[in-house]
C-alpha cells in the first residue's frame, strides 16, 4: 500500500456502504444460530431422521468451510462487488426454496446451496472493508463494526428465532434472509465500488478441488469426533482431508496464480495473527457450546430465554470491539491483544469457580468476550493490512478459515474433554433396575440422562437428574480452565510474536545507524510480498 493510500480517509460514502456489507455479516451469523431453534420443529413436519436431521444442520457449515478460500480468490478475479452480488442473489433465492421444501432431502440441498451463497459473502464483504477504509485507523474501526454485526447476529439468532416460531411455521427462520438481501443488492451498486485484481491469472480447477477435498472432510472429521469419539470414519476423514491440505499446499508453491499465495505465511505477524483467530476461535467455541447446554439443561431455561441471556455476551464483544482499535492508537497492537487474552483467561476463571452458577457464567463470559475482542478485530485487521490490495480477497477468506476451524476444533476438543469429566462422575451412578441400554445412554451425556430421567420415579429421577447435572457442571467446569490456559498462552504468543508492531497510524521510527526497524504489516507495500 503506498504512502497516498494510506492517508486517504474513508467519506460519509464509505460509512454508509460499511452499513450495506453489515447487513450480510449480520444475517450469516444469525442463519448459523437460529436453525437450531427450529429442528425440532421441521423434524416433525418433515420426518427427517437423525442422521438427515445432522445433515440438515451440518451441511451449511461444511459447505462454508469448504468453499471460503476459493470464493475470497475469485472475487479477487471477478470483483469483489460483483461476487457479493451474486452470492445475495443465489442465497436469497435459496432461503426461499428453504423455507417451502417438503422433504429432508430438498432441504439438505438448499441448505449446501446456502453454505455455497454465504461463502461467496463473508470474504467479499471483509475484502471490501480492506478497499474502502485505506487509512489504517479507520479500517480497524470498520472491522470492529464487522465484528460487532457477527456477534450481534449470533446472539439475536435464538430470540428472533423463537419469536418467529411462535408466529409462524419452521420456514419463516429462512424468510428472514430475503428482505436483507433485496436491500443489499439494491444499495450495492450504489454505495460499494467495485474491486479487483487486474492480471488474476487463470482460476486453476485442480486446487479448487483440493481445497475442497481438504476442508470438508477436515471440517466433518472434527465434529464427528466431538460426537462419537475415536471412531474410524471421522479419523480417516481427518487422514484423508490433511492430505490433501498438503497436497494443496505443494500445488500452490509452483503455481504462477496460486489459489492461496503461500509467500503471505513469510510475514510472521500474518501467520500469528491467522494462529491468535483460530485460538481464540477455539476456546470460544468450546466454553459457548457448555454454557448454552447449562442455559437449557441445568438452568432449565427455554430457548428463547436462554438466547436472552446470551446478550451480555454480545455486549461484551460490542464494548471490547469498540475499545480495541482506540487503545491500539496509543498502545502497540500486540501488547492490547495480549492484554485482552490475559483477561479473557480471567473471565474463564470466574466461568470454572462455581459452572452451575448462572451470575458467574454470565459475568465471565461477559469479561472474556470484552477480552477476546481485541484478537479477533486488531487479528483480522492485521491480516488484511499484510496483504497486497489485490489480495484482499484471499486474505479474507484465510482469516475466516481460521475462524471456522477454531470453533470446530474447539467444540471437538473441549467437548471432548467436558464429556470425559462427565462419564468419570456419572459411572456406575445409575440407579438399580435401570435397564443397561438406559443406563449407558445417561451415563455417556446430559441429554441422555434427561430423556432417561422421564421413565423413573419422580424421586428416583430428581436425584439422578440433580447427580447428571452436577458432572456435566464439573465437566463444564474443567474445559473453562483448558480454555483459561489456552488464553494465557497465547496472550504469550502474542507479546512474542506482535512485538515489532507500532500504534495503527503511528509513522515509521528513523532508524539508528546500520539498523532497519520491522515494518509495520500496514505500511507493506505489494512488492514486498
Known amino acids: 500500500m503506498s504512502v497516498a493510500e494510506a492517508t486517504e480517509r474513508a467519506g460519509t460514502r464509505e460509512w454508509v456502504g460499511l452499513g450495506v456489507l453489515a447487513l450480510p455479516t449480520l444475517l450469516l451469523a444469525l442463519d448459523i444460530s437460529v436453525l437450531h431453534l427450529a429442528a425440532p420443529h421441521l423434524s416433525a413436519d418433515l420426518g427427517a431422521t437423525s442422521s438427515e436431521l445432522l445433515w440438515i444442520l451440518d451441511v451449511y457449515g461444511f459447505m462454508i468451510a469448504g468453499f ?19 452470492g445475495a442473489t443465489a442465497f436469497g433465492a435459496a432461503s426461499v426454496v428453504a423455507a417451502y421444501a417438503n422433504s429432508p432431502l430438498m432441504l439438505i440441498i438448499t441448505r449446501a446451496l446456502l453454505g455455497i451463497a454465504g461463502a461467496t459473502l463473508m470474504p467479499s464483504t471483509l475484502a471490501l472493508i480492506s478497499n474502502m477504509f485505506k487509512d489504517v485507523k479507520q479500517r480497524s474501526v470498520a472491522i470492529g463494526v464487522w465484528i460487532i454485526c457477527f456477534s450481534a ?34 444499495a450495492a451498486p450504489l454505495l460499494l465500488p467495485e474491486y479487483r485484481d487486474d492480471k488474476p491469472g487463470k482460476l486453476d480447477p485442480i486446487s479448487v478441488g483440493q481445497s475442497l477435498a481438504a476442508m470438508i472432510p477436515l471440517i466433518y472429521g472434527i465434529k464427528e469426533l466431538a460426537k462419537d469419539g475415536l471412531e474410524p470414519l471421522p479419523l480417516a476423514s481427518l487422514m484423508f482431508g490433511s492430505l490433501m491440505g498438503l497436497l494443496f499446499v505443494r500445488r500452490q508453491r509452483s503455481l504462477p496464480a496460486p489459489l492461496m499465495d503461500i509467500k503471505l505465511f513469510r510475514n510472521g505477524s500474518f501467520s500469528a495473527a491467522l494462529a491468535l483467530l483460530l485460538g481464540a476461535a477455539f476456546t470460544s467455541g468450546g466454553v459457548m457450546l457448555f454454557f448454552i447446554q447449562g442455559l437449557q439443561m441445568v438452568q432449565g431455561m427455554s430457548s428463547l430465554r436462554a ?8 455486549a461484551g464483544m460490542v464494548v471490547g470491539s469498540v475499545l480495541a482499535p482506540m487503545l491500539a492508537r496509543r498502545i502497540p497492537p500486540g501488547r492490547v491483544v495480549a492484554a485482552g487474552l490475559a483477561l479473557s483467561a480471567s473471565g474463564y476463571l470466574v466461568m470454572s469457580w462455581d459452572a452451575s452458577s448462572l451470575g458467574l457464567g454470565v459475568t465471565g463470559l461477559l469479561i472474556a468476550s470484552v477480552g477476546l475482542s481485541p484478537a479477533m478485530v486488531l487479528g483480522t485487521d492485521l491480516v488484511l493490512g499484510s496483504a497486497p490490495p489485490e489480495k484482499a480477497g484471499a486474505a479474507s477468506s484465510l482469516s475466516e478459515t481460521s475462524t471456522e476451524l477454531g470453533m470446530a476444533l474447539g467444540i471437538a476438543v473441549l467437548g471432548s474433554v467436558g464429556a470425559a469429566v462427565y462419564r468419570s462422575d456419572m459411572s456406575g451412578a445409575s440407579p438399580d433396575g435401570l435397564p443397561q441400554e438406559a443406563a449407558t445412554l445417561a451415563e455417556d451425556s446430559l441429554p441422555g440422562a434427561v430423556g432417561v430421567v422421564e421413565t423413573l420415579p419422580s424421586g428416583v429421577g430428581d436425584d439422578f437428574l440433580s447427580t447428571a447435572r452436577e458432572a456435566f457442571s464439573n465437566g463444564a467446569g474443567i474445559t473453562t480452565l483448558v480454555a483459561a490456559g489456552t488464553v494465557l498462552f497465547l496472550s504469550a504468543v502474542a507479546v512474542r510474536a506482535l512485538r ?28 514486498s510480498h
Open 68 to 86: 471460503l478460500v476459493t470464493m475470497g480468490t475469485l472475487g479477487d478475479r471477478i470483483g469483489r462487488r460483483k461476487l457479493l452480488m451474486i
Open 153 to 186: 447476529g449470533a446472539a439475536v439468532g435464538p430470540v428472533l428465532g423463537g419469536v418467529m416460531l411462535e408466529a409462524f411455521w419452521w420456514g419463516s427462520v429462512f424468510l428472514l434472509g430475503v428482505p436483507v438481501m433485496v436491500v443489499l443488492l439494491i
Open 307 to 314: 438466547g436472552l441471556w446470551m446478550l451480555p455476551m454480545t
Open 500 to 527: 515489532g508492531l507500532r500504534p495503527i497510524g503511528e509513522a515509521p521510527a528513523v532508524p539508528a545507524a546500520g539498523h532497519q526497524p520491522e515494518p509495520r504489516e500496514d505500511e507493506l507495500s505489494p512488492t
